[in-house]
């Protein structure tokens, strides 16, 4: 079943890639201009706000761009999954000390996932676990010793004191998730959870815990991009095969969703890009190059200070002498300009993040299942608490 939905997306996803395998942020007008007329002109019609709008409710922005792109349809209906559900977990008070509401809802939504699929004969193996707050829950929650893995030595002192002090059965480990050595701590006795281990993290997990049979794994992927390879190498027999080749950018597109993001961040995004691209045209205009260059981050605060003053610092880290006479209000018009022309692309590229980030994580499945796993794949959240909501479980045969 696994596969045949991983070769259904993978064909739609090819036959579909001029809509999605492209930057909205770098392009000056749709890339189907002259190709889909009607599509344009449905774009060109639209307000900023009825993007935004159309942006909120994928079912809606589905019917709408499957008049256009009938692939769309087929795409949004291999793309939805199983909603996971386990019987919600009582803790005790305080043990969400630390952690906001969302983060707290996907750590009891996971670990009620995790325990009720499979209980480790020896220990649960929290890979990547920061603080702790997932090994916390289980420990409580199961009464089963929890070895936390961890890179940062902070993270892991933090972690070890709040639990020596709770008494509660965790071990937490500095290491390298990547390094050969985070072998050593896999036992074929455990049970692996990791919560949004990020791109090659959460691969090595899987990996490392092939070779050691281990028992069971519960993961939810984040961060696709993240890995030391350049494109996309593909994981199971096949993907190996697959139509769609993925660079590090395309990696990207599953994480570019603001469905969590408040009305305050979404301003903030907005005012950001309209002055990046402003500042681009600016400084394209003054150098006559028509490449983009990039801005560093910046902190918010800026944003505040105007347009005029976003260009002056931008200028300065681009050493770039910007004229006496510049008229800084017509080069935000053009930022706010290409501001609403990137929406709309990214408004079709919408109906492509989810089905590209089911398929990368039915390759993860499909190598699971290859190394004789029985493998589910569901959500184990709301979207509203995260979008990155995708669960993989996985117990060895």
Same mark, same amino acid.
């Given at each position: 079943?696994?596969?045949?939905?991983?070769?259904?997306?993978?064909?739609?996803?090819?036959?579909?890639?001029?809509?999605?395998?492209?930057?909205?942020?770098?392009? *000056?007008?749709?890339?189907?201009?002259?190709?889909?007329?009607?599509? $344009?002109?449905?774009?060109?019609?639209? &307000?900023?706000?009825?993007? /935004?709008?159309?942006?909120?409710?994928?079912?809606?922005?589905?019917?709408?761009?499957?008049?256009?792109? !009938?692939?769309?349809?087929?795409?949004?209906?291999?793309?939805?999954?199983? /909603?996971?559900?386990?019987? =919600?977990?009582?803790? =005790?008070?305080?043990?969400?000390? %630390?952690?906001?509401?969302?983060?707290?809802?996907?750590?009891?939504?996971?670990?009620?996932?995790?325990?009720?699929?499979?209980?480790?004969?020896?220990?649960?193996?929290?890979?990547? %676990?920061?603080?702790?707050?997932?090994?916390?829950? #289980?420990?409580?929650?199961?009464?089963? =010793?929890?070895?936390?893995?961890?890179?940062?030595?902070?993270?892991?002192? $933090?972690?070890?004191?709040?639990?020596?002090?709770?008494?509660?059965?965790?071990?937490?480990?500095?290491?390298?998730?990547?390094? &050969?050595?985070?072998?050593?701590?896999?036992?074929?006795?455990?049970?692996?959870?990791? #919560?949004?281990?990020?791109?090659? #993290?959460?691969?090595?997990?899987?990996?490392?815990?092939?070779?050691?049979?281990?028992?069971?794994?519960?993961?939810? =992927?984040?961060?696709?991009?993240?890995?030391?390879?350049?494109?996309?190498?593909?994981?199971?027999?096949?993907?190996?095969?697959?139509?769609?080749?993925?660079?590090?950018?395309?990696?990207?597109?599953?994480?570019?969703?603001?469905? &969590?993001? %408040?009305?305050?961040?979404?301003?903030?995004?907005?005012?950001?890009?309209?002055?990046?691209?402003?500042?681009?045209?600016?400084?394209?205009?003054?150098?006559?190059?028509?490449?983009?260059?990039?801005?560093?981050?910046?902190?918010? *605060?800026?944003?505040?200070?105007?347009?005029?003053?976003?260009?002056?610092?931008?200028?300065?880290?681009?050493?770039? /002498?910007?004229?006496?006479?510049?008229?800084?209000?017509?080069?935000?018009?053009?930022?706010?300009?290409?501001?609403?022309?990137?929406?709309?692309?990214?408004?079709?590229?919408?109906?492509?993040?989810?089905?590209?980030?089911?398929?990368?994580?039915?390759?993860?499945?499909?190598?699971?299942?290859?190394?004789?796993?029985?493998?589910?794949?569901?959500?184990?959240?709301?979207?509203?608490?995260? !979008?990155?909501?995708?669960?993989?479980?996985?117990?060895?045969?």
């Amino acid at each position: 079943m696994h596969s045949q939905q991983f070769l259904n997306i993978d064909r739609l996803l090819s036959q579909t890639v001029f809509f999605w395998q492209f930057s909205a942020f770098h392009s *000056s007008d749709y890339p189907w201009r002259t190709t889909h007329e009607n599509l $344009s002109h449905w774009l060109d019609g639209l &307000t900023l706000a009825e993007v /935004q709008e159309l942006k909120r409710v994928p079912e809606k922005l589905t019917q709408a761009l499957s008049v256009f792109i !009938p692939e769309v349809h087929d795409l949004y209906t291999l793309s939805q999954l199983e /909603q996971l559900q386990a019987a =919600p977990l009582v803790m =005790p008070k305080g043990l969400d000390s %630390g952690i906001n509401g969302r983060k707290w809802q996907q750590i009891t939504s996971l670990s009620a996932l995790g325990i009720q699929y499979s209980q480790p004969k020896g220990q649960w193996l929290e890979w990547c %676990g920061g603080k702790g707050y997932l090994g916390r829950v #289980l420990n409580v929650a199961s009464g089963k =010793p929890v070895t936390t893995l961890e890179w940062q030595d902070t993270l892991c002192h $933090s972690g070890q004191k709040y639990a020596d002090k709770h008494q509660l059965n965790m071990t937490f480990i500095q290491g390298d998730a990547l390094a &050969t050595s985070a072998s050593e701590l896999i036992k074929a006795n455990q049970h692996a959870i990791a #919560l949004h281990a990020c791109g090659d #993290l959460h691969v090595s997990l899987i990996q490392k815990g092939i070779d050691k049979s281990i028992d069971a794994v519960t993961l939810s =992927p984040c961060c696709f991009h993240l890995t030391q390879s350049s494109v996309y190498e593909g994981l199971s027999a096949l993907s190996k095969q697959a139509q769609i080749r993925l660079s590090k950018d395309d990696l990207r597109l599953p994480l570019q969703e603001t469905v &969590t993001a %408040g009305k305050r961040t979404q301003h903030h995004r907005e005012q950001e890009m309209q002055y990046r691209l402003g500042f681009n045209a600016l400084q394209q205009f003054v150098t006559g190059n028509d490449h983009y260059v990039p801005v560093p981050s910046i902190k918010k *605060s800026l944003l505040s200070d105007g347009f005029d003053a976003f260009c002056r610092w931008a200028s300065e880290h681009k050493k770039l /002498q910007l004229p006496d006479d510049v008229d800084f209000s017509h080069w935000l018009k053009k930022g706010k300009e290409a501001f609403v022309v990137m929406e709309k692309c990214d408004l079709v590229q919408q109906v492509f993040k989810r089905p590209l980030e089911v398929w990368l994580c039915l390759d993860r499945v499909l190598l699971l299942e290859e190394a004789g796993y029985n493998v589910r794949i569901g959500e184990f959240c709301l979207k509203e608490d995260t !979008p990155r909501n995708i669960v993989i479980q996985a117990k060895k045969v």
